[in-house]
């Protein structure tokens, strides 16, 4: 097979996350791959996520590259990667979740408990901030985006800025900011963290941790390198775990940035799934678990829609608008 080309956003968590895949994917064997970074609407437009048409903005150009033979392989960041599928495309490789938990990087080093009254705290996502105010009411939410290092530097000052000289709406203006850990690792940066929540605190969203990898269906053949090779970084646990928390998110039809957090892990026999749908000012919440004995995709997807019709059923639509504007 000639050289594979392995597509990617072109930041610096991407580049990094593909960097490391990337390796392992060659280390199976049989071929050499080259990374292409590809420019995405999520990098190019600015404004509120919220407001650009949501997940899909990061993975539609990638998804199209795919597609139309520019590269051969997509890697995403699963939580970015829409629920519904794309024909033509297969979801060939989910690899070994790192961290899925949310990460207070607070300046002083002080836990979500410890910040001061009123203490400002970036997030762009309404679940962080529906979940954050749950915790602590009296916090001043500041919508923030950006890539890892411009959101650590509302905290910090941007490097070579020495004194974190405080400018309004740019840097070293806020008390916290809170990052997926497993971004924060894949960069290096988990000296910025201070707390990481747990899951009792704050659920992550759905994929959170976890990569996906995606090829043109017919590169799945097993009697072919790549697929092979796919096949040999894929991780039955993760795959499990992601498929009932994404089928909870279809079932809800919930955008990326609606106010619901999902974590599903497999212990022994079960599969366990935990969901919470929040209103987004934090006041009101649901929470609900669930777990099954089938181990299979099919099974994840039953649980994922057995809780999503069970929070439906209790009344998750009327607490927050699940189409994910977050207005
Ligand atoms: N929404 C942006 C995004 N997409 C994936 C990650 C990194 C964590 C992951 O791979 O789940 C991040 C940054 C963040 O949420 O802090």
């Not at 993760?238 to 892990?265: D, Q």
């Not at 919470?276 to 000012?281: E, G, I, R």
């Amino acid at each position: 097979m000639a050289t594979v080309k392995i597509g990617t956003r072109g930041s610096k968590l991407a580049l990094s996350q593909t960097g490391q895949i990337t390796e392992q994917l060659k280390a199976v064997g049989g071929f050499e791959a080259e990374i292409v970074p590809v420019r995405t609407d999520g990098d190019v437009l600015t404004g509120p996520l919220s407001q650009m048409g949501g997940t899909g903005v990061f993975a539609a150009a990638l998804r199209a590259a795919v597609l139309d033979g520019g590269v051969d392989v997509a890697v995403h960041s699963l939580k970015d990667l829409p629920t519904a599928a794309m024909p033509g495309l297969a979801l060939a490789a989910i690899p070994v979740r790192a961290d899925s938990r949310d990460a207070l990087c607070s300046r002083g080093g002080v836990s979500l408990a410890e910040l001061p009254a009123g203490a400002s705290v970036g997030t762009g996502s309404p679940r962080r901030a529906a979940q954050l105010l749950a915790a602590r009411p009296d916090l001043n939410i500041v919508d923030i985006r950006g890539n890892v290092d411009t959101r650590l530097g509302r905290v910090h000052g941007l490097p070579g800025n020495a004194t974190a000289e405080v400018v309004p709406g740019k840097t070293g203006d806020l008390d916290a900011v809170v990052l997926a850990a497993a971004g924060l690792s894949r960069i290096g940066r988990l000296d910025a963290v201070t707390e990481y929540l747990e899951p009792d605190v704050m659920l992550p969203a759905p994929g959170q941790g976890a990569l996906a990898l995606e090829c043109r269906t017919a590169d799945t053949d097993l009697t072919g390198v790549l697929g092979q090779a796919l096949a040999a970084v894929d991780d039955h646990d993760t795959r499990l775990a992601v498929t009932a928390e994404r089928a909870l998110l279809a079932r809800l039809e919930a955008g990326c940035s609606a106010p619901v957090g999902a974590l599903a892990w497999r212990k022994g026999s079960m599969l366990y799934l935990e969901s919470v749908v929040c209103s987004l000012d934090g006041t009101r919440s649901l929470r609900l678990k669930k777990a099954t004995d089938g181990l299979t995709t099919v099974g994840a997807t039953l649980l994922g829609i057995d809780l999503a019709e069970e929070l439906l059923a209790g009344g998750a639509a009327d607490l927050a608008d699940l189409s994910g504007s977050g207005k």
